[in-house]
């Protein structure tokens, strides 16, 4: 029985000793989401929850929230996006 006989294997991204990443962008459970609370209207947030349909931040990122955002830190640019937002009429209507 022979053994067969194999070539090396090419690694896409490789150059010597140094690895390249390509960045892409995904929409669905990508990017910093998981490292920040994000902003997002209260109300996407139940329906989320009831649905599982994801939300998309003011910073633009989309995901499904299953975490407790209390215990991340603001997204910089969420905070950023919503400092920079007229003020609202209050919840009791005055």
Same mark, same amino acid.
């Given at each position: 029985?022979? #053994?067969?006989? #194999?070539?090396?294997? &090419? #690694? ?5 000793? #140094?690895?390249?990443?390509? /960045?892409? @962008? =995904?929409?669905? @459970? @990508?990017?910093?989401?998981? /490292?920040? %609370? =994000?902003?997002? &209207? ?6 989320? %929850?009831?649905?599982?349909? !994801?939300?998309? %931040? ?6 499904? !929230?299953?975490?407790? !955002? ?12 919503? @400092?920079?937002?007229? !003020?609202?009429?209050? %919840?009791?209507?005055?």
């Amino acid at each position: 029985m022979s #053994t067969p006989t #194999t070539a090396p294997l &090419q #690694t896409p991204g490789l150059a010597g000793d #140094t690895l390249l990443e390509e /960045r892409t @962008d =995904h929409g669905l @459970d @990508d990017g910093d989401h998981e /490292r920040f %609370a =994000h902003y997002v &209207q209260k109300a996407k947030v139940v329906e989320s %929850a009831v649905t599982g349909k !994801p939300i998309r %931040a003011l910073c633009g990122k989309v995901w499904v !929230p299953n975490r407790d !955002p209390s215990k991340f830190p603001i997204c910089p640019d969420c905070k950023k996006i919503h @400092d920079g937002l007229p !003020p609202g009429k209050p %919840a009791d209507g005055s």
